[in-house]
């Protein structure tokens, strides 16, 4: 008879409703001296954001919003969704306006970064990483 155990990442994942994906690229990036700006750069790269819509013609608007954030993103291209996330995040955490699609796709964001936050303040507090812990509970205050 085989014993089987589910392993905390894998509960994790399931808690959240978020993709195990996910969840092994967070563990794999986060560490203890993880910053706010890596950490921004990590939530804005779930799998879940993987599907955010790029519409044309909205390249010149994320271009706007890369204009005013505190936060810039390294290496990105306007049409990744990752960096379209990272831009929509930073925009309301500045409470920068955002208007018509882009405001849903911010709620959307918002919405999941919730659940991705709460996630990484688990594995950060699982791996002993108390400090990082309270960076990311930060964001997610940041985010409600």
């Not at 994790?12 to 706010?36: C, D, G, Q, R, W």
């Not at 810039?72 to 379209?84: A, I, W, Y």
């Not at 930073?90 to 306006?97: D, I, L, R, W, Y």
Request: proline share 3%; glycine share 4%.
């Amino acid at each position: 008879m085989m014993d089987l155990s589910s392993l905390n990442l894998g509960m994790i994942a399931s808690y959240y409703y978020i993709s195990y994906s996910t969840v092994e690229h967070f563990s794999s990036l986060l560490n203890p001296k993880t910053k706010m700006k890596s950490l921004l750069e990590i939530l804005s790269s779930a799998s879940e954001y993987a599907q955010l819509p790029i519409r044309p013609g909205e390249e010149e608007s994320i271009r706007r919003l890369i204009n005013h954030q505190r936060f810039s993103f390294e290496n990105g291209k306007l049409t990744d969704p990752d960096l379209k996330a990272n831009a929509l995040l930073q925009a309301f955490f500045s409470s920068h306006t955002v208007v018509g699609n882009l405001s849903a796709d911010q709620r959307e964001v918002l919405l999941s970064a919730s659940r991705l936050l709460q996630e990484m303040v688990d594995v950060s507090s699982s791996s002993g990483w108390h400090c990082l812990a309270l960076h990311t509970m930060e964001v997610s205050q940041m985010v409600t």
